[in-house]
């Protein structure tokens, strides 16, 4: 079986090309993914959501589809209004598709947003998008927990030199997370990327293991 998953947001999830990353580490343990990303940078789900040709992709046949917000789009109630509403009809179309629905719960960025650091931005995060999924239907993949552990307990950088974007350590820390939410398996099978050290690709394994078994 070849799992097919359609990854929609912006450059949180291409940045080190977290979908590409996660289809080969998974094909080294005999799992098949097919990834289609509709990620153009800075986007937000409200505009991914006026968008035609995203909803005609959701259309096309999908095992999973993540939709990933801009952390812009949670910092006041209005813009999380907006972005609550464009997760409603993104949820009604990907429901119609057969599809099932993740919402990819982003990493916070490694500098203050909207006068909230990252630790913060963590719960702002979570606090968006738990509730949604409840009522939608829909599953997380708390990337943004994983980054919340990693930040208090380990010493790696996990952000770019624009303190933005994500590091390659940050990157692994992702997909390890999506590996073990989606797979219900141990992070600490997969490969390395990024040409980690084994040592620090254990400790990222072993925090998304401890995140999503909660």
């Not at 094909?27 to 789900?45: D, N, S, T």
């Not at 035609?52 to 801009?70: C, D, M, R, S, W």
């Not at 719960?123 to 829909?138: N, Q, R, V, W, Y």
């Amino acid at each position: 079986m070849e799992y097919r998953f359609l990854f929609i947001g912006n450059s949180a999830t291409y940045v080190h090309d977290l979908p590409a990353t996660l289809a080969e580490l998974c094909k080294e343990k005999g799992i098949a993914i097919y990834q289609k990303q509709i990620v153009p940078g800075g986007r937000m789900l409200e505009q991914h959501a006026a968008d035609t040709a995203v909803f005609e992709e959701i259309g096309k046949g999908y095992h999973a589809v993540f939709l990933q917000e801009n952390g812009n789009a949670m910092t006041t109630p209005e813009a999380r209004e907006r972005s609550l509403a464009a997760v409603g009809k993104l949820s009604d179309a990907v429901r119609q598709s057969g599809a099932k629905l993740y919402f990819y719960v982003r990493p916070p960025y490694g500098i203050n947003l909207a006068g909230l650091d990252s630790l913060a931005q963590c719960e702002l995060f979570d606090a968006h998008f738990t509730p949604a999924a409840e009522k939608e239907g829909a599953a997380c993949v708390y990337v943004n927990r994983a980054f919340a552990h990693a930040k208090r307990h380990l010493p790696y950088d996990l952000w770019g030199p624009d303190h933005a974007h994500i590091s390659t350590h940050g990157a692994y820390l992702a997909v390890c997370t999506f590996y073990a939410t989606l797979f219900g398996r141990s992070a600490t099978e997969l490969g390395i990327a990024y040409d980690l050290p084994a040592e620090e690709a254990k400790a990222l394994q072993q925090t998304a293991d401890q995140v999503v078994e909660g």
